[in-house]
């Protein structure tokens, strides 16, 4: 079992900038990559952006040149610096850790005001 402790969220503004960062246990197992996902109310879990150990990004085409993910492999520790938020950003926001299966934390929540 890996352990996923997600940090930071809150409220911010229109056009602010917000970090979140997520650390995880992985004890035996090796860690592959880490991400986060959001779910907006009503809506489905989507990706946000993905990182693997050896540097390799992926993001969402509606978070890309503004969201900038990346970790730490020493301390397994994944960060997602926002910036130019939208209310539509406003979600739950979910750290993933990928090991042979996928852990996932608890959830932050992400709040855009216009």
């Known amino acids: 079992q890996v352990r996923v402790v997600e940090s930071g969220g809150g409220v911010v503004q229109f056009g602010g900038s917000l970090g979140l960062s997520c650390a995880a246990s992985?004890?035996?197992?090796?860690?592959?990559?880490m991400g986060w996902y959001r779910q907006a109310r009503g809506k489905e879990r989507e990706l946000v952006a993905t990182?693997?150990?050896?540097?390799?990004?992926t993001y969402a085409d509606s978070v890309k040149d503004r969201f900038t993910i990346s970790m730490n492999n020493a301390n397994h520790t994944v960060y997602l610096q926002m910036r130019s938020l939208r209310p539509e950003d406003t979600a739950v926001y979910y750290c993933?850790?990928?090991?042979?299966?996928?852990?996932w934390g608890q959830g932050t929540w992400v709040t855009v005001t216009s």
């Open positions: 993933m850790a990928q090991t042979r299966s996928y852990f």
């Open positions: 990182i693997t150990t050896d540097g390799s990004e």
């Open positions: 992985p004890g035996i197992f090796t860690i592959r990559s």
